[in-house]
């Protein structure tokens, strides 16, 4: 659960124009205790950043807002971005939120030749009452610190983090759209700069997170249906690997994959694993399957997290809401092609559709697979056409409600104000 994000921060602002109270708080800075040895002189690194040495300058020329309507993702930028640097010497420095601006890397950054880098992708949502909340963001941050772990790269508190970056969103929240289908996706993002070459740790690194407003992730728009290419030759992730882990070098590579699969026709690509060719990811999706199963019971299925998959956030909220309405079961196992096209072709998938934090929800309609194409049903659980309730009173609507609920102040546990 994430900790409670402070609604007096977003209550307390000042007129517009002017700066937060609870910026100028941090803008006044705050007196260093002297830390005495009586065992003389010592030298203590920081093993964390804190939020309440925040240091804000803010930018002297703003830039204009774009229009909500018009928003594809990930082409417009806030005016300001975080940055924490660390160092093996010194340990964290104090974190900064300063204009948004390039950052100057030593030609060497095992960034750069290593791939020693991660990122996280989060949303913030302005709801109906004009409040800013973020969705499940300490999910974001145990994750983020795993990855972390697994690169090799300093550890730091999650708390502390989240809290510097409500502080971003406060400074930035007139970029926050008032639009329902809009949001302020959030990018932290983590790079080793050791300026040397070498496969080692890094004596150096840098933390920084970027925001910006952003539309539907594909396209096609939001809860369009998209075609899948699968393809047992292309291999995402595998046993004993980074699946689970939201690295840069998990990314780049799909990027061939994805263009032959655009060659054909086809929007995204379904990951296959092993020789028995299961299921595990669309695209940067988790994967999902509404069906019902050989004895007959409607259940909805998702690949477990085994090493290969990335245990996204908005999967386990659906996982979590549908737990929650228990009107069918809910399963994380292995799902084969021959269980897809065997489902299909006894009129038993009800469903397929992909998940994530970029995309929310997105349907599919088509999957090629060994030079043919399989269709998958019309969408119920994932589009807006669940309000009908054609198969059973609260599992119809669930998932269609989900970026409703992203925005509703009731929904304390999942969401706070920024």
Same mark, same amino acid.
């Given at each position: 659960?994430?900790?409670?994000?402070?609604?007096?921060?977003?209550?307390?602002?000042?007129?517009?124009?002017?700066?937060?109270?609870?910026?100028?708080?941090?803008?006044?800075?705050?007196?260093?205790?002297?830390?005495?040895?009586?065992?003389?002189?010592?030298?203590?690194?920081?093993?964390?950043?804190?939020?309440?040495?925040?240091?804000?300058?803010?930018?002297?020329?703003?830039?204009?807002?774009?229009?909500?309507?018009?928003?594809?993702?990930?082409?417009?930028?806030?005016?300001?971005?975080?940055?924490?640097?660390?160092?093996?010497?010194?340990?964290?420095?104090?974190?900064?939120?300063?204009?948004?601006?390039?950052?100057?890397?030593?030609?060497?950054?095992?960034?750069?030749?290593?791939?020693?880098?991660?990122?996280?992708?989060?949303?913030?949502?302005?709801?109906?009452?004009?409040?800013?909340?973020?969705?499940?963001?300490?999910?974001?941050?145990?994750?983020?610190?795993?990855?972390?772990?697994?690169?090799?790269?300093?550890?730091?508190?999650?708390?502390?983090?989240?809290?510097?970056?409500?502080?971003?969103?406060?400074?930035?929240?007139?970029?926050?759209?008032?639009?329902?289908?809009?949001?302020?996706?959030?990018?932290?993002?983590?790079?080793?700069?050791?300026?040397?070459?070498?496969?080692?740790?890094?004596?150096?690194?840098?933390?920084?997170?970027?925001?910006?407003?952003?539309?539907?992730?594909?396209?096609?728009?939001?809860?369009?249906?998209?075609?899948?290419?699968?393809?047992?030759?292309?291999?995402?992730?595998?046993?004993?690997?980074?699946?689970?882990?939201?690295?840069?070098?998990?990314?780049?590579?799909?990027?061939?994959?994805?263009?032959?699969?655009?060659?054909?026709?086809?929007?995204?690509?379904?990951?296959?694993?092993?020789?028995?060719?299961?299921?595990?990811?669309?695209?940067?999706?988790?994967?999902? *399957?509404?069906?019902?199963?050989?004895?007959?019971?409607?259940?909805?299925?998702?690949?477990?997290?085994?090493?290969?998959?990335?245990?996204?956030?908005?999967?386990?909220?659906?996982?979590?809401?549908?737990?929650?309405?228990?009107?069918?079961?809910?399963?994380?196992?292995?799902?084969? *092609?021959?269980?897809?096209?065997?489902?299909?072709?006894?009129?038993?998938?009800?469903?397929?559709?992909?998940?994530?934090?970029?995309?929310?929800?997105?349907?599919?309609?088509?999957?090629?697979?060994?030079?043919?194409?399989?269709?998958?049903?019309?969408?119920?659980?994932?589009?807006?056409?669940?309000?009908?309730?054609?198969?059973?009173?609260?599992?119809?609507?669930?998932?269609?409600?989900?970026?409703?609920?992203?925005?509703?102040?009731?929904?304390?546990?999942?969401?706070?104000?920024?």
């Amino acid at each position: 659960r994430p900790v409670p994000l402070d609604s007096s921060t977003i209550n307390g602002m000042a007129a517009p124009g002017g700066v937060p109270r609870a910026i100028k708080r941090v803008l006044k800075g705050r007196a260093c205790t002297p830390v005495i040895s009586l065992l003389g002189p010592q030298r203590f690194l920081s093993t964390s950043f804190k939020a309440s040495d925040l240091q804000i300058e803010l930018s002297s020329c703003p830039k204009p807002k774009p229009d909500p309507g018009k928003l594809v993702f990930g082409k417009h930028f806030t005016d300001h971005m975080l940055t924490v640097e660390w160092t093996q010497e010194n340990g964290w420095s104090k974190p900064h939120i300063k204009p948004f601006q390039n950052i100057s890397l030593h030609p060497a950054s095992s960034a750069l030749h290593y791939s020693v880098q991660l990122f996280e992708g989060m949303k913030a949502f302005r709801g109906p009452d004009k409040h800013v909340r973020l969705f499940r963001p300490m999910l974001n941050m145990e994750r983020m610190l795993r990855t972390a772990v697994r690169a090799c790269l300093p550890t730091f508190d999650k708390s502390e983090l989240l809290e510097c970056i409500r502080q971003l969103i406060c400074v930035d929240q007139d970029w926050v759209p008032h639009s329902d289908s809009a949001s302020l996706y959030i990018r932290p993002t983590y790079i080793g700069t050791e300026p040397s070459l070498g496969v080692a740790k890094s004596t150096r690194a840098l933390l920084y997170v970027i925001l910006g407003p952003v539309g539907p992730y594909f396209a096609t728009g939001s809860f369009n249906p998209v075609s899948l290419l699968a393809d047992p030759r292309f291999v995402r992730a595998w046993m004993g690997g980074v699946g689970d882990c939201k690295l840069g070098g998990n990314y780049g590579p799909t990027i061939f994959v994805q263009s032959e699969a655009a060659k054909e026709g086809f929007q995204q690509v379904l990951w296959l694993y092993g020789d028995d060719h299961q299921m595990t990811e669309v695209g940067t999706m988790n994967i999902f *399957m509404f069906w019902k199963d050989q004895q007959g019971d409607l259940e909805l299925v998702t690949p477990p997290l085994n090493g290969i998959i990335l245990p996204g956030v908005t999967r386990q909220s659906l996982l979590d809401l549908a737990h929650k309405w228990g009107e069918f079961k809910v399963s994380e196992k292995v799902i084969t *092609m021959a269980d897809l096209i065997k489902g299909l072709e006894e009129k038993r998938v009800k469903e397929v559709f992909g998940s994530g934090t970029a995309c929310v929800v997105s349907p599919v309609n088509n999957i090629f697979y060994q030079g043919k194409v399989s269709c998958c049903p019309d969408q119920i659980l994932a589009r807006g056409v669940f309000l009908k309730r054609p198969i059973c009173s609260q599992s119809t609507v669930c998932f269609s409600l989900l970026p409703i609920a992203l925005s509703h102040p009731h929904n304390g546990k999942w969401t706070g104000d920024c």
